[in-house]
């Protein structure tokens, strides 16, 4: 098998993962990372905070799952489980267990969490902030169709 350069294994990814395509496995990302749950964990991992122990401001910061919890209004236990499960096994975030007592367990952004951290928190931004145009867009809607 002949060696490839950088470039020629970088183009064949291209061609290789085409969301547009029935089978291409980026669907299941665009998946997973589209979800609410997803984008408030990841935003809420993201923000920035002391982390414990450094005193370091500014940076992305570790969370405990109660605190996640209590962050994250609305959400199930088992729903917040397998989403943190699910981010644990795409490699965005990692569990980190501190044997105390009672058990510590935190979750932190990985450098590749890191890297999808910005367009999550811009798209809950952007959520944030265009929602009275987008009630305002429905109630028209609602009453042009009804």
Known sequence: MPTR?????RAQAKVEYDAFLARCP??????????????????ALGSDGPRPGTGCVGEPR?????????RLAGVSQKMLTQT???????GL????????????????LTGLG?????????IKEWAETHM???????????TRVA
């Open 93 to 108: 975030i990692t569990r980190t267990v501190t044997p105390t007592v009672p058990v510590t367990v935190t979750y932190e």
């Open 5 to 9: 350069t950088a470039a020629q294994r």
């Open 84 to 90: 943190l499960r699910s981010l644990e096994r795409d």
């Open 132 to 142: 009275d145009e987008v009630l305002a867009n429905r109630e028209e809607y609602d």
């Open 62 to 70: 570790a969370m405990r799952y109660s605190e996640l919890s209590r």
């Open 26 to 43: 980026s669907r299941q990302l665009l998946d997973r990372i589209s979800d609410k749950w997803v984008a408030l964990i990841l935003a």
């Open 114 to 122: 890191l890297s999808l951290k910005q367009v999550m928190r811009d």
